[in-house]
């Protein structure tokens, strides 16, 4: 088990308000101690290759890899075009992956939002088809597609149309690939869907490639019923705060011992502060303390 972070905290301010460049951030994070650095596509001002070595030549100075590129494709668009788009954008971050991390390297996918005029069994077949016409490319790369359990992109206007473990299992089940195509586990994402996230690790556990080790906390007095949606998830809101990774609704006792079981090898990800870089520092050394628990005999 290796150990990365990715800055929650910071996804707005380089990403969209571009007040922070990845540059930045990738300085501040040798105070965490962290092996690996999670990137996400909208941190890039550039796909050109000088750009992005620069952006590898920056994490490799740290001492660190850079293990997952987090992706966001909307694969569920009514519009055929758009469709085609969110494709061809999908194999370019597969390329900017390899370039980024090397052979092995995981480049997350997503299904797309849940729009409500998609029925889901088309939903499900358009998601994998996409994922089908990607294998080859991330095959040629050497690259590991991710398909996480999300919620949705800061940029969406509709949750995830996989968000619920049922939906998720349908699509990743279909997909027969073991080589280039695995699991991106969430255990928050769960919780925030209304699934236990236990239950999902237990069915998907020897499909998991990348992992995100968040925490989720209630703010007193609040219950997860009282978050409870019409549609029957958990939507994020003012209640439901993002923490210091195990000291949440997470049991990461035994989210460890699982993985420990199928001899997990991968990345853990903390997605953590939202408090600042000493919460996030504070999760990175849980992680490592797990590690010490569970994986010290791996």
């Not at 990715?6 to 951030?25: A, G, N, Q």
């Not at 790369?141 to 940029?155: I, P, Q, R």
């Not at 953590?272 to 994986?295: A, Q, T, V």
Request: charged share 30%; hydrophobic share 40%.
């Amino acid at each position: 088990m290796k150990i990365a972070a990715f800055p929650k905290c910071y996804l707005d301010d380089i990403s969209h308000r571009r007040t922070m460049t990845v540059f930045e951030w990738i300085e501040m994070s040798r105070m965490l101690e962290a092996e690996g650095l999670e990137m996400y596509e909208g941190f890039f001002t550039s796909l050109e290759d000088g750009y992005i070595d620069s952006v590898g030549e920056a994490i490799a100075a740290t001492g660190c890899a850079m293990p997952m590129l987090c992706c966001s494709p909307d694969f569920t668009n009514v519009d055929p075009d758009a469709r085609k788009r969110a494709i061809d954008h999908e194999a370019e971050m597969i390329r900017v992956t390899r370039r980024l991390g090397g052979p092995g390297a995981a480049c997350r996918v997503l299904s797309g939002q849940r729009y409500p005029e998609v029925p889901r069994e088309q939903g499900v077949e358009w998601v994998v088809n996409a994922i089908e016409i990607l294998l080859p490319v991330a095959r040629e790369y050497g690259v590991v597609l991710a398909m996480e359990n999300h919620y949705k992109d800061g940029h969406w206007h509709w949750p995830e149309f996989a968000q619920k473990m049922d939906v998720f299992l349908e699509i990743v089940n279909a997909i027969q690939e073991r080589s280039c195509f695995g699991v991106q586990y969430d255990p928050s994402n769960a919780i925030v869907a209304g699934d236990d996230p236990i239950e999902l690790l237990e069915r998907v556990k020897d499909r998991v490639v990348t992992m995100h080790a968040s925490d989720r906390y209630l703010e007193p007095g609040a219950t997860l019923e009282d978050l409870r949606q019409s549609d029957g998830t958990i939507g994020y809101f003012d209640k439901l705060k993002h923490g210091v990774t195990g000291k949440g609704l997470n049991d990461y006792d035994r989210i460890f011992s699982i993985l420990a079981a199928q001899h997990y090898r991968g990345w853990v990800s903390i997605e953590d502060g939202m408090n600042g870089m000493d919460e996030m520092k504070e999760s990175i050394d849980f992680l490592k303390r797990m590690r010490e628990k569970y994986f010290r005999k791996s």
